[in-house]
């Protein structure tokens, strides 16, 4: 549909439709959210799409070749591994788990980190300070070192290592979340609130909350880039998922016994979790510069 | 100033590894079977010796007994023996640790050498080619994960080309005496006749864990130099610069580099951190003898001593690291230091 400015009417877009407006502008972004797009439909329509079974082994097809080699067959697109197991249908599946767990994973966490953020960034006193610095010595610490004390502590398995990614990430989120609601409160409109009578629970939700929509989305995307290979690598150093689940991470480490002969068993899995990682950090940086652009304007 | 700042920093250092160290006292009796065996990793002892071991660790006397004799054990390098080898920890992390530390220094100094200069070039460059090609390459850069990297490294440069070797530390044709963990410096030092073969293949085994490790940090580093650079030059301070007629040249040199540094210096020292974890993944790739395959092990292989031991080694070893270059940082630009007293 043609764009006619017929009226000289002004545009005025809201905030969020002028942070989609500017983060449309970047081409690589937009395809990064295309592709995350793909991989998100992958997850939720992923045992339709599949051909086989992921667990399902055929003793007639041991380590086929992909359909584009000479030996390989179109009945398996991508081939099959050392069990026979149909190696599409297994990356589907692995895209399935690692992204899914990794987005329950980021909801999770960002609720938990939001709620004690909001309650740290509105205290002051002791509680606050005690929490400040206990939180402020774990953020130096990398989460994927803090999953692996609690994997190493609670001991090895996929709910395990989910519990310890998800408590490794909330550390972040409240710094982050802390720091926005401490500046948000500084404001005029905030006071003007406070002024009208407005309690605590109030001001968080009503006035607070509404302005950090956006850093929210983009702190998501960067606990989920980081879920996403800690979930992976955790599988693939043996403390996470266990075979014969299809998590990327497992089918990678398990892959590895037959990378001499079958590279594609390393190289699929691999590239999957690879541009799972970069369509999301691809949205995320678009998203970020796109709310640098808008607040600079 | 400087000197309370460094006290309480200090002060925060000792109460951190107070509260790590009661954690690793905790894990004791966290982790499932006995205790006692848990804490000396002394496994099939007999009633005497398991008396006199209860005596000797004060597991007779209160929870606050046993936890200082715990302290002084872990003081005189007791630190009780794991279950798999049955060595003492203390050495085995002894051995360990070094070779992870080396590990990440070479990788850390190569990432700075490259991360940095190519952060500001294109942050001078903003929204210039230059610019793009290398945010995207950075971009694809930090999104690899370390694990599939390095076995594509090994892919292509062991198993396809055979030019490097495809796993440990060094061949293990040469006998290195163990002085300081950090084998090129051990070579350095001894007084071996084939001194200078054993440095090229130590510095063989090394190409592709470091590159692995320095392709991940340099992007992390080159984002962070970006932004810093990108920012500076749009500032005030540097347009006005620019007004009283400097040349480019002029204003980069006097204004842009010291302040675009200043404030990323602190979050260089962070990334020895995420080195760090990253290395732990990168060593059991390519078997390189590190703490992090030995713990990686020693959770595979529940032995419950050594991971205590070696978890207490490394939070200790990350927050002293921590605290070190946030002093250094504070150091060099005294301005934070005043905002974080304002805050308190």
Same mark, same amino acid.
């Given at each position: 549909m043609p764009n006619l400015d017929l009226y000289q009417e002004e545009f005025h877009p809201s905030p969020l439709v002028h942070t989609w407006l500017e983060f449309r502008k970047s081409h690589i972004a937009v395809l990064g959210l295309w592709l995350l797009a793909f991989f998100i439909v992958l997850v939720i329509l992923g045992p339709l799409i599949a051909p086989f079974d992921p667990l399902l082994q055929n003793p007639n097809a041991f380590l086929v070749q992909p359909a584009?080699?000479? *030996?390989? *067959?179109?009945?398996y697109l991508f081939g099959t591994d050392s069990l026979g197991r149909d190696l599409l249908s297994r990356l589907i599946y692995g895209c399935r788990m690692t992204l899914g767990i990794s987005l329950l994973l980021v909801v999770i966490s960002m609720l938990i980190g939001i709620a004690l953020g909001a309650i740290a960034g509105m205290t002051r006193g002791v509680r606050s300070s005690v929490l400040n610095h206990l939180l402020d010595s774990l953020m130096a610490v990398p989460t994927l070192l803090i999953a692996i004390v609690i994997v190493g502590i609670l001991g090895i398995g996929l709910v395990n290592s989910m519990w310890a990614i998800c408590l490794a990430l909330v550390p972040q989120v409240v710094h982050n979340t802390r720091e926005v609601v401490r500046a948000e409160m500084q404001k005029e409109y905030v006071l003007a609130s406070k002024l009208d009578g407005a309690k605590k629970f109030h001001l968080f939700f009503y006035c607070v909350l509404p302005n950090m929509y956006e850093m929210l989305v983009v702190q998501g995307t960067m606990a989920l880039s980081i879920a996403i290979l800690d979930i992976s690598a955790l599988g693939f150093l043996g403390l996470g998922a266990q075979p014969p689940s299809p998590e990327l991470g497992v089918m990678l480490s398990e892959g590895l016994r037959e990378a001499y002969k079958s590279p594609w068993l390393i190289a699929l899995p691999g590239s999957a979790i690879f541009l799972m990682v970069l369509a999301v950090n691809v949205v995320g940086d678009g998203l970020r510069s796109a709310l640098r652009n808008r607040l600079q304007n | 100033m400087m000197l309370a700042h460094v006290i309480r920093k200090f002060n925060l250092l000792i109460l951190t590894l107070l509260v790590l160290s009661i954690l690793s006292f905790m894990l004791v009796y966290l982790f499932p079977g006995d205790p006692l065996v848990n804490l000396t990793g002394l496994e099939d002892i007999d009633q005497e010796t398991y008396q006199r071991l209860t005596v000797l660790h004060g597991f007779d006397k209160s929870y606050f007994h046993q936890y200082w004799y715990y302290i002084r054990g872990l003081f005189d390098g007791e630190w009780g023996l794991s279950f798999s080898s049955g060595l003492p920890l203390a050495n085995e992390i002894a051995q360990t640790l070094p070779a992870s530390i080396e590990l990440s220094a070479y990788a850390l100094i190569l990432s700075l050498l490259i991360g940095v200069p190519l952060g500001f070039v294109a942050g001078f460059q903003h929204h210039k080619t230059t610019d793009y090609g290398l945010l995207t390459a950075s971009v694809v850069a930090y999104s690899m994960p370390i694990f599939w990297l390095s076995l594509i490294l090994i892919l292509v440069f062991s198993l396809q080309l055979g030019w490097l070797p495809l796993s440990g530390r060094i061949s293990l044709l040469f006998d290195i005496p163990h002085h300081t963990g950090f084998i090129l410096i051990d070579i350095f030092f001894s007084d071996l006749s084939y001194k200078g073969a054993a440095a090229k293949s130590a510095f063989y085994h090394l190409i592709m864990p470091t590159a692995s490790l320095t392709i991940v940090t340099a992007a992390i580093i080159f984002r962070l130099t970006r932004r810093s650079v990108i920012e500076v030059m749009s500032s005030t301070y540097v347009q006005a610069a620019y007004t009283r007629g400097l040349s480019g040249f002029q204003v980069v040199m006097r204004h842009g580099v010291r302040n675009a540094l200043v404030p990323i210096i602190p979050l260089f020292g962070m990334q020895f951190a995420v080195l760090l974890t990253n290395a732990m993944i990168v060593e059991v790739v390519f078997s390189w003898p590190g703490i992090g395959s030995w713990l990686i092990q020693a959770i595979n292989q529940r032995d419950y001593p050594a991971i205590r031991a070696g978890m207490l080694a490394v939070s200790t070893l990350v927050i002293m690291l921590t605290v070190a270059t946030d002093l250094l940082a504070k150091l060099i630009n005294p301005a934070q230091m005043g905002t974080a007293h304002a805050e308190s």
């Open positions: 584009w080699d000479a *030996s390989g *067959s179109i009945r | -």
